[in-house]
């Protein structure tokens, strides 16, 4: 996803980028924590300042299981994001878990990055120490093939990036699809988007990615703008973050913000995936526009479950019935917005 900044709004509503200060709270808070009997996850991100968060998120939670962080191009270059991810891993302490990197472009249209939202290094511009971690030496998808193999039915993908890594795994092996557990990915939005009136920024990087990974055939929950748009990360919350005092903490605490807050857009599909009940969903079918002048990149869900069915008579199509059309995707219409953002606050002051 494209934003996360503390902000008033601009005329048009879209957020005015400021200081990342929820990343550096967070970056400063991460534990690494034990993982048992936790949901095995592997997290293909694009960091990315909400990306930095939603890591954070599941690294901080014991209800997960990081098996692996592949990176994709999309709020910033390949070559970027991957090196955010080694910070983000390093800062962590989690150098245990692999960080690969993936596709370098989308499948078939140029990159767009969102520098503008991010900064020039994805995370705010701010500096961060040197990485303790290295890259490792398997192409991503490979490693998304490898995991499912070694662990079958136990891997939730969690993508909060552009899909393109997990459409090339699916594409170089669809014996996959029916290994992995579940995908819960942030992205698409049934409302409207957020890039244009139509699409969402991370769908809309690669329409083509995500139309695979709609029509895959495993159980797949999108967690869309409606989730994020509905739990911004307000005063309120910051406040309660800022109770476990320090010198980061306090500076953020004490500074000024604007009252509507910050979508946590990539954050809330790790949360789904830790509590599934802070959701409201609705299973229809996806698919993913990929030709439309004014909507490539549209999620269209199909929510009443059909289509006219129309037979050609001489001049003319008659509706002769309606044919059913199987849902492929749980859609979040809904959530539980103080119950996700109290999870977050909670999980990142380590309580």
């Known amino acids: 996803m494209k934003i996360l900044r503390f902000t008033g709004a601009s005329s048009t509503g879209r957020p005015i980028p400021t200081f990342p ?3 550096v709270i967070g970056l400063m808070a991460v534990l690494a924590l034990p993982a048992s009997a936790a949901k095995k996850i592997i997290f293909d991100t694009d960091p990315g300042t909400d990306d930095a968060l939603a890591l954070m998120l599941a690294l901080n939670s014991p209800e997960l299981d990081v098996r692996a962080i592949t990176v994709v191009p999309g709020n910033v270059t390949a070559a970027m994001g991957l090196e955010n991810a080694l910070h983000m891993a390093s800062l962590a302490n989690r150098c245990d878990i692999p960080v690969a990197a993936g ?7 140029k990159l767009i990055t969102a ?4 900064g020039k290094n ?7 120490p040197p990485s303790k971690c290295k890259v490792d030496s398997r192409f991503g998808p490979d490693l998304i093939i490898q995991l499912v193999h070694a662990s079958p039915h136990e891997i939730t993908l969690v993508p909060v990036g552009p899909l393109t ?18 995908v819960i990915l942030m992205g698409g939005s049934i409302a ?66 604007g009252a509507s807050g910050s979508p946590m857009y990539d954050p809330s599909a790790v949360a789904v995936a830790i509590d599934a009940t802070l959701v409201k969903v609705q299973e229809m079918h996806v698919d993913v526009e990929t030709r439309g002048e004014f909507t490539r990149g549209e999620t269209v ?9 129309n037979v050609l008579h001489g ?19 809904d959530v539980d917005a103080d119950r996700l953002l109290q999870l977050f606050v909670s999980r990142i002051r380590g309580k």
């Open 103 to 109: 596709a370098q472009h989308p499948l078939f249209q």
């Open 122 to 128: 994805g995370l705010g511009n701010i500096e961060l």
């Open 192 to 257: 409207g988007g957020n890039v244009n009136a139509a699409a969402e920024a991370n769908i809309y990087n690669d329409p083509e990615a995500a139309q695979i990974v709609f029509q895959a055939g495993w159980p797949l929950t999108m967690v869309g703008l409606e989730v994020g748009d509905k739990a911004p990360f307000t005063r309120k919350y910051l406040a309660e973050l800022g109770q476990s005092h320090g010198p980061v903490n306090d500076f953020i605490v004490s500074e000024t913000f």
């Open 315 to 333: 001049d003319r199509y008659v509706i002769e019935g309606v044919d059913p059309v199987k849902p492929n995707a749980k859609v979040c219409v």
């Open 115 to 118: 520098e503008f939202w991010h």
């Open 165 to 182: 890594n997990i459409a090339l795994a699916v594409e170089k092996d669809p014996s996959i699809v029916p290994l992995v557990k579940e």
């Open 21 to 23: 200060v929820l990343l």
């Open 301 to 309: 869900g199909n929510r009443r479950g059909g289509v006219e069915h």
